[in-house]
C-alpha cells in the first residue's frame, strides 16, 4: 500500500490546542427559532403526527447546522459540535426520532454491530470491559482512541455523568505524520493488513478477526482505521500470526503519539449537544467516568453512523442485514 508523500499536505490535520483557543471553529449554538420549533416539533413526533411532514420541518429548522456541519467535515477540521438541542423533559423515543431525522440530512444510517442495530444507547450497562467480545461503550471504563464503523460518527447527549466521561479528540493525520517524524522506518507498517478481533462473531459463526490496514492513502486524503484493543484481542486466536517486534513498537507508539496533549482536544458534553465526526480523519476517545446513583441522571447519549457519499471515504460497515463489517 503506497503512503503520501512527506511533502504533500494532507486534509485533516489539525493540533488540538491551536483550535481549543478558537472554538468558534468547531462549536455552533443552535439559534432560538431553531431551538423552539425542534421543541415543537418534538411535541408533534410525541403525538404521534405525520414523520414525513415533521423531518421535512427538522431539516428545514436545523438548515443552518447541517450546512456548518457538511462544511466542517468535508473542508474543516473534520468534527463539529452543535450545541442547545432541547432534550430537558424529553421521551427517549421522541429524541431518537428528531435526532436520526437531523443524522439523515447528512447521510444514512448504517448499522453499528452484528445485529443491524442503527440508533445505539451509549451508557453503562454492567457489563465486564475484560470481557473481548464486549464493545466498550457498553462500560464506564475508559475507551481508548479508536475509530469506528462509518464515514460520520454522530453522539447526542442526554444526561452527563457524575464525574469523568470526557470526549477526546485528535487528528489521525497529524498522529500519523508524527509517527512517520518519529519512526520513519516503522510507518510504512500501518500501510499493511493487520488483524482485528470482532466481537461476537464466534457466536454466530463468523470469521473472529478480519485482516485490514490501519492506514490508506488513495492519492488525495489519508484515512485510517484503528480500534488497538481489538488488534491486541485477536492475537489470542489461531488462525492469527503474532505481532513480531516491530509491529509491537509501533503500536505503542501510534497509542502514545494519539495521547499527546500537543495533539489532542478535550470536549466536556452538556446535555442537548451533538457531536458530529468525520470517522476517517479523526481519533475519538471517552474517558472513564462515575455515574450519578439515581438511575434516571446516569450518562447517557444517542450514538448514530452515518454513510455520506459527500465523504467518499472507505471505512468498513456493517452489513445493513447483520453480519461481519466489509
Known sequence: MTSPPTDVPLPGAFDGPALVAA???????????????????????????????????VHAATADATARTITALTSGPGFILLRGLPVQGRSRRALAVLYTMMGRAIGRPVPQNLDGELLTDVRDTGADPRDPDVR????????????????????????????????????SVRVYQAVRALRPDLAPLLFEPWFFHLPGARARGLPEALPRPIATFDGRKLETFFIPWYIRNAQGLASVPPLDAARRELLALYEATANDP?????????????????????????????????????????????????????????????????
Not at 462549536?27 to 414523520?51: K, S
Not at 462500560?139 to 481508548?144: H, N, Y
Open 23 to 57: 472554538p468558534e471553529v468547531f462549536t455552533h449554538e443552535l439559534a432560538a427559532p431553531a431551538r423552539t420549533e425542534l421543541g415543537r416539533l418534538l411535541d408533534a413526533i410525541e403525538r404521534g403526527d405525520d414523520e414525513a411532514a415533521i423531518e421535512s420541518a
Open 136 to 171: 466498550l461503550y457498553r462500560t464506564s471504563a475508559e475507551q481508548d482512541f479508536h475509530t469506528d464503523g462509518a464515514d460520520v460518527i454522530g453522539l447526542l447527549c442526554l444526561a452527563t455523568a457524575s464525574s469523568g466521561g470526557a470526549s477526546r479528540l485528535v487528528s
Open 262 to 326: 500537543s495533539l489532542t482536544l478535550d470536549m466536556e458534553f452538556r446535555p442537548g449537544d451533538v457531536q458530529w465526526l468525520r470517522n476517517a480523519f479523526i481519533l475519538h476517545k471517552r474517558t472513564a467516568y462515575h455515574d450519578h446513583p439515581e438511575p434516571e441522571r446516569k450518562r447517557h447519549l444517542l450514538r448514530l453512523w452515518l454513510a455520506a457519499a459527500v465523504l467518499d471515504d472507505a471505512t468498513p460497515r456493517f452489513p445493513v442485514g447483520g453480519g461481519a463489517p466489509s
